[in-house]
């Protein structure tokens, strides 16, 4: 009769004849799934199934009792195990422990949603959606120099200081470029959307890095300037993200019908919590790029300060004339593309132009 080896996990069981093997699927003790092989012919590795088949073997797993003394077997250390009371499974496993906080945080919100005012809940909303990207950054584009504590305290200063300014002081009373947006002359509006909306906000994302590079000890790496540059431009993706769900995406539901609006306000508060707190931080990782270049070779800084604004403003106030314009709101895919890969290029740049500032 021929003779059978099976292998189960790392294990090499056998040889059994094929009535063996039949009993031990009948017991679930070999699945159908495990490879076997015919001793006298090693290479013919095939299922357990393949060749039960070929000998005519109908089997089928046995029940070992009805459900309620399977579960007595199966015992409480596979269905409740003592060690999910303590601080164990977090202490070991702390990549799932910081995926739990991020997926359950929204479902802690949604529980105290009734109890709180509807700008703290937007905030907080905004917040959740923030530190995603934080975490994201943080895994992909920290550097040795980054410092947590710098980092968590960066991220909240960016918002109290875009607080500070487009709030408290009301820096829209006095910005010329007010309300020159949607003119019908291009010039006028495409140079108000890089001046009055671009120059102004990446100053105000970039001001924070700046600080940090200013109060330095040491010598700060423009990679290092960047990530702080991009949790710098998500904070500020907050405040801006609250004010358009309680300004301009809820007007449109009270000057719309309801059912018409609603699709392009709920679209809008998405792009808001994700998508555009993303170009921010791209926008502001450009900019700081070139401070931490200034502060590296500050015979240049008037021109790289220039640069570090001028830049992304550019880029920004591009891309917010396009979203005003909306038959031309297509072509703002390209110019988010440009600011992506710039920063991608800015990253990589050749260690030859580093010396030549240098000189």
């Not at 069981?13 to 063996?20: A, M, Q, R, S, V």
């Not at 960016?158 to 010329?176: A, D, H, R, S, Y």
Request: hydrophobic residues 50%.
């Amino acid at each position: 009769m021929e003779q059978y080896e099976v292998m189960k996990e790392d294990a090499i069981l056998g040889p059994f004849n094929i009535d063996e093997i039949a009993e031990f699927v009948h017991s679930g003790l070999i699945l159908k799934r495990d490879y076997a092989y015919n001793i006298e012919y090693p290479d013919s590795f095939r299922t357990v199934a393949f060749f039960l088949e070929r000998h005519g073997k109908k089997v089928s797993v046995e029940h070992k009792g009805n459900i309620f003394s399977q579960i007595k077997e199966i015992g409480q250390e596979l269905i409740l195990p003592s060690a999910i009371f303590t601080k164990e499974p977090w202490e070991k496993d702390r990549q799932l422990f910081t995926l739990s906080l991020v997926g359950l945080t929204l479902s802690g919100l949604i529980a105290i949603a009734p109890f709180m005012s509807a700008y703290f809940l937007f905030y907080c909303i905004a917040l959740y959606f923030s530190i995603i990207w934080g975490l994201f950054f943080y895994y992909l584009f920290k550097t040795e120099q980054v410092k947590l504590k710098t980092t968590i305290f960066l991220f909240f200063a960016t918002q109290i200081l875009t607080t500070l300014i487009f709030f408290v002081f009301n820096i829209g009373e006095i910005n010329p470029f007010e309300g020159l947006y949607d003119t019908g002359n291009v010039f006028i509006s495409l140079i108000s959307c890089i001046i009055g909306i671009g120059v102004v906000e990446e100053f105000v994302k970039v001001l924070p890095v700046f600080l940090i590079l200013y109060f330095s000890k040491n010598v700060i790496k423009p990679q290092t300037a960047v990530f702080y540059g991009l949790m710098s431009g998500i904070a500020f993706g907050v405040y801006e993200g609250v004010n358009y769900q309680l300004g301009p995406n809820f007007q449109m539901l009270l000057e719309n019908e309801i059912s018409q609006a609603y699709v392009f306000s709920y679209l809008s508060n998405i792009a808001r919590l994700t998508s555009l707190p993303f170009l921010h931080a791209i926008w502001c990782g450009i900019a700081s790029y070139f401070v931490a270049f200034a502060f590296l070779y500050p015979r240049f800084r008037v021109a790289l300060y220039s640069l570090a604004i001028l830049v992304p403003a550019t880029i920004h106030g591009l891309y917010d004339y396009l979203c005003f314009n909306v038959p031309f709101a297509l072509a703002t895919v390209p110019v988010v593309i440009v600011g992506v890969v710039l920063l991608m290029v800015y990253l990589n740049i050749r260690y030859d132009f580093h010396s030549k500032l240098a000189d």
